[in-house]
T-cell receptor
Framework: KQEVTQIPAALSVPEGENLVLNCSFT??????LQWFRQDPGKGLTSLLL?????REQTSGRLNASLDKSSGRSTLYIAASQPGDSATYLC???????FGSGTQLTVLP | GAGVSQSPRYKVAKRGQDVALRCDPI?????LFWYQQALGQGPEFLTY????????KSGLPSDRFFAERPEGSVSTLKIQRTQQEDSAVYLC?????????FGPGTRLTVT
């Protein structure tokens, strides 16, 4: 059974800092991996999707990488802003197996 | 509508009551998914529909949970004889291709 782990569970950084969120998965035979953002009381917003044949995807200040052989993905956020504060979840495709998320707080 | 909608947004039920949670997917989306998210955890898969066919219900935690999508659009997740451990946010997602679009969820509290 696929297991997805996210470390750290919570992270607090000052505004402007670059940061990395980590996601690891146990079964490397994945189809794709998706990063989501979840704001309190709201649903999930898809940020980036990386196909299994890709190594990274970029969108604005976000960059996600995928290393299937080591079972890891990272989400890099450049020049963080208070509006980036949310919980970030990674999920492995099939029916989507989610990690428990990293709660990010960016302090102004 | 522009996105996936769910109703009610909040539901309080007494233990033993039956509840029904509704999901309106994005028009034309073939696939529909239900997830359960406990506090502080990531969502966990419950069930999946392609049009009106329920192709995977392996994540339903017990036979008290039942989902349907009779006309291939709106879906209802029904929980019978609710128990305290059913308290969670229930998320619905729809998709046409690879990307899944999530609704805001229904927060169920069983007292």
């Amino acid at each position: 059974k696929q297991e997805v782990t996210q470390i750290p569970a919570a992270l607090s950084v000052p505004e402007g800092e670059n940061l990395v969120l980590n996601c690891s998965f146990t079964d490397s035979a994945i189809y794709n991996l998706q990063w989501f953002r979840q704001d309190p009381g709201k649903g999930l917003t898809s940020l980036l999707l990386i196909q299994s044949s890709q190594r990274e995807q970029t969108s604005g200040r976000l960059n996600a990488s995928l290393d299937k052989s080591s079972g890891r993905s990272t989400l890099y956020i450049a020049a963080s802003q208070p509006g980036d504060s949310a919980t970030y979840l990674c999920a492995v495709f099939g029916q989507l197996t989610f990690g428990s998320g990293t709660q990010l707080t960016v302090l102004p | 509508g522009a996105g996936v909608s769910q109703s009610p947004r909040y539901k309080v039920a007494k233990r033993g009551q039956d509840v029904a949670l509704r999901c309106d997917p994005i028009s034309g989306h073939v696939s529909l998914f239900w997830y359960q998210q406990a506090l502080g955890q990531g969502p966990e898969f419950l069930t999946y529909f392609q049009n009106e066919a329920q192709l995977d219900k392996s994540g339903l935690p017990s036979d008290r949970f039942f989902a349907e999508r009779p006309e291939g659009s709106v879906s209802t997740l029904k929980i019978q004889r609710t128990q305290q451990e059913d308290s969670a946010v229930y998320l619905c997602a729809s998709s046409l291709g690879v990307f899944k679009y999530f609704g805001p969820g229904t927060r169920l509290t069983v007292t």
